[in-house]
């Protein structure tokens, strides 16, 4: 069955409620959808084509969303500040019947045809939607989702959270990404749920839009923004029954100091563009710092390799089927028992709950011994004058790669190491520590440490 089928029932619930304090419909969302696919279909959009959006984060780019799915066409959405020669290489790739720059404006278009009646049939095998991966090594890959793997994954976090009609979304994220694109609408969308609309992250909409929600998604940006604000207090968040973080790592500071302030524990669960949501801590149950929880119901997760710790493997219905035109890449990165290699490093407890020790390409060997940065980071990050680290490997003559670390705050650089080397192992104590005042970060908020590898790569040069 076409997803839209599964996600979108006409009704008089409101689905959007804006900023200028207007609201549009289940209903109108439903017949802006349908125009759109109908005014797609019209300009030769066909079942399997490629539709690449590049707009602005408004209602009317979720209705293209939906009307691309309606129409059978394949979903792409690109980040709004990829530069003109990053867009070309996407278009040159995906080779889209269409692209479109500004969603408000194609709405506008659609207005004047009739709305596509009956969705395109979509087996769950067909694809729905191409997501590229941020390609911080190498060229950026299109993972490919399906109908099938999008429900499957939207209705597992749909039970996992508890979501029912009664609650309120606050949705501040950007929809160019999964976070924001298919983790929260889709849960919003199957119980028919407004959603607080923000084309963005600002602190006085958002602590506004918490006195009219239940459930908020934000990636760990948004909770430490909010936890230096004044106005987040215990009363603010009253209202709330759910925070859930993800996208990147939450410090286990933040996660303290979020409890303390409003009494609740931030959620915190783990996905990837190539399966959209892995693992979460429980709804009902204990949330611990530093854990991303268990695997989704239909996960089978395991740790690959003979160590208790290495590169987490998975198979499920919510995986992906592979990267866009590269069958190459796309068998070497699954195991010869069907198993995805998502290159995240961790281990699993005996209960089941999962741990992240950082990306495998993140892995540093210093002097032939493995050292995994998430250990090191947790250990400064509770240094005095210290706000967050991001630990490196660095060319070295002596021992191929050497730890170094670079934080935001200040402090004496050897006294840091020297209280460092009081709580690791030599080999894994930071050689070096650098002082910023912003770590490199990608749209979701992730470090972004290939460039912080190249900005230091000389450090220890002969």
């Known amino acids: 069955m076409n997803l839209y089928d599964r996600l979108i029932t006409a009704s008089d619930r409101p689905c959007f409620l804006l900023e200028d304090g207007g609201q549009i ?12 696919a109908a005014l797609l279909i019209s300009k030769g959009v066909v079942p399997g084509d490629r539709v690449a959006v590049q707009t602005e984060k408004t209602p009317q780019a979720v209705m293209l969303y939906l009307a691309t799915l309606k129409a059978g066409a394949v979903f792409l959405p690109l980040n709004t500040a990829y530069t003109a020669s990053e867009v070309e290489y996407f278009l040159t790739d995906a080779e889209p019947r269409v692209f479109v720059q500004d969603a408000v404006a194609l709405a506008a278009e659609a207005a004047a045809h009739a709305p596509l009646a009956t969705p395109v049939p979509r087996a769950d095998d067909d694809l729905a939607s191409i997501i590229y991966t941020s390609g911080t090594t190498g060229r950026s890959k299109g993972a490919m989702l399906t109908h099938g793997a999008l429900y499957a994954n939207a209705t597992a976090l749909h039970e996992a959270w508890g979501f029912t009609p009664a609650d309120v979304l606050l949705h501040a994220l950007p929809i160019f990404h999964v976070h924001g694109l298919f983790v929260a609408l889709h849960c919003a969308f199957l119980s028919g749920a407004p959603m607080v609309w923000l084309a963005r992250y600002e602190d006085a909409l958002v602590l506004a839009g918490l006195a009219r929600s239940t459930v908020m998604m934000g990636v760990p940006t948004f ?4 936890l230096s604000n004044p106005g987040f207090t215990r009363t603010a968040a009253a209202h709330m029954r759910l925070f859930i973080c993800g996208s990147a790592p939450l410090l286990e500071s933040t996660f303290a100091e979020f409890e303390q302030r409003t009494g609740q524990r931030i959620l915190e669960r783990y996905g990837m563009s190539e399966a959209v949501i892995i693992t979460t801590n429980p709804l009902d149950g204990e949330r611990i710092a530093g854990s991303v929880g268990y695997p989704l ?3 089978d997760l395991r740790i690959g390799g ?4 290495g590169v987490i493997e998975i198979k499920g219905p919510s995986v992906f089927s592979g990267y866009w035109r590269m069958p190459d890449k796309t068998a070497e990165d699954f195991t010869a028992d069907g198993y995805f290699m998502t290159g995240d490093v961790g281990r699993q407890d005996a209960d089941g709950r999962v741990w992240i020790s950082g990306r495998a390409k993140d892995l540093i060997i210093c002097g032939g011994y493995n050292v995994y940065p998430k250990e090191i980071e947790l250990i400064l990050d509770e240094l005095e004058g210290v706000t967050e680290s991001a630990v490196i490997g660095l060319p070295h003559p002596d021992f191929g790669e050497a730890v170094a670390a670079v934080v935001i705050g200040s402090g004496d650089e050897a006294a840091m190491i020297a209280t460092a080397r009081q709580k690791l192992a030599a080999f894994k104590a930071p050689k070096r520590i650098f002082f910023v005042d912003e770590l490199p970060r990608n749209a979701m908020g992730k470090v972004q440490k290939n460039l912080l590898r190249q900005q230091y790569a000389g450090t220890f040069s002969a």
């Open 25 to 36: 419909t289940y209903a109108q969302l439903a017949e802006g959808a349908g125009r759109l």
């Open 223 to 226: 909770y430490t923004r909010l």
């Open 297 to 299: 119901p239909g996960v």
């Open 306 to 309: 003979p160590e208790p710790t």
